[in-house]
């Protein structure tokens, strides 16, 4: 079946624009995950959506982030006035439900660059 | 400093050797993750251990987790060229809700 797909796949925009990032999860499956993860570094937790829950938004780095997630399903992640530390890889994981023990199946990312 | 650090960071063997990576964490954990990630991809599940579990196997990796020095190691067997990637623990720590820390990853070369 289809995997968690992310678009754009590269995104090259100028400092100061706006950027939308889009996830498409694994149908059905409740949980989703937005991980920023820098050249050669591991990832860094942004915010997590539950079901119907309000999102765990602890490790989003400033208040020009944030993300929505519609019906329950694509979800959409928006950095305002980027600054060139924003460039990096954005990724989306999914998992089955929020239960203990549940692996996160990764999209391929979004590469952001910021001139 | 961060929960789940690997070691090494940098791993180069030849086809058919063993390789061993280590993961270091400092809280409580439900349980440890195995990821596998090749240039330019996305983060692929490999094996996930249990709090009360203390080995587990599938294919040619083998995964221990020892939780009273708060360590696991992946050990991949048989190596083959094709194992070569970066490979990331994650710990789903009991106050986390699910969310994964992530180390910062070893990456391996596996030379035909």
């Known amino acids: 079946g289809a995997g968690v797909s992310q678009s754009p796949s590269n995104k090259v925009t100028e400092k100061g624009k706006d950027v939308e990032l889009r996830c498409d999860p694994i149908?059905?499956?409740?949980?989703l995950y937005w991980y920023r993860q820098s050249l050669g570094q591991g990832l860094e937790f942004l915010i997590y959506f539950q079901g119907n829950s309000a999102p765990d938004k602890s490790g989003l780095p400033s208040d020009r982030f944030s993300a929505e997630r519609t019906g329950g399903s694509v979800s959409t992640l928006t950095i305002q006035r980027t600054q060139q530390e924003d460039s990096a890889v954005y990724l989306c994981?999914?998992?089955?439900?929020?239960?203990?023990?549940?692996?996160?199946?990764f999209g391929d990312g979004t590469r952001l660059s910021i001139l | 400093s961060q929960q789940g650090e690997e070691d090494p960071q940098a791993l180069s063997i030849q086809e058919g050797e063993n390789a061993t990576m280590n993961c270091s964490y400092k809280t409580s954990i439900n349980n440890l993750q195995w990821y596998r990630q090749n240039s330019g991809r996305g983060l692929v599940h490999l094996i996930l251990i249990r709090s009360n579990e203390r080995e587990k196997h599938s294919g040619r990796l083998r995964v221990t987790l020892d939780t009273s020095k708060k360590s696991s190691s992946l050990l991949i067997t048989a190596s083959r060229a094709a194992d070569t990637a970066s490979y990331f623990c994650a710990t789903d720590a009991e106050t986390s809700g699910s969310r994964l820390t992530f180390g910062e990853g070893t990456q391996l070369t596996v030379n035909p």
């Open positions: 149908s059905g499956h409740t949980a």
């Open positions: 994981a999914s998992s089955s439900t929020q239960g203990l023990n549940q692996p996160q199946h």
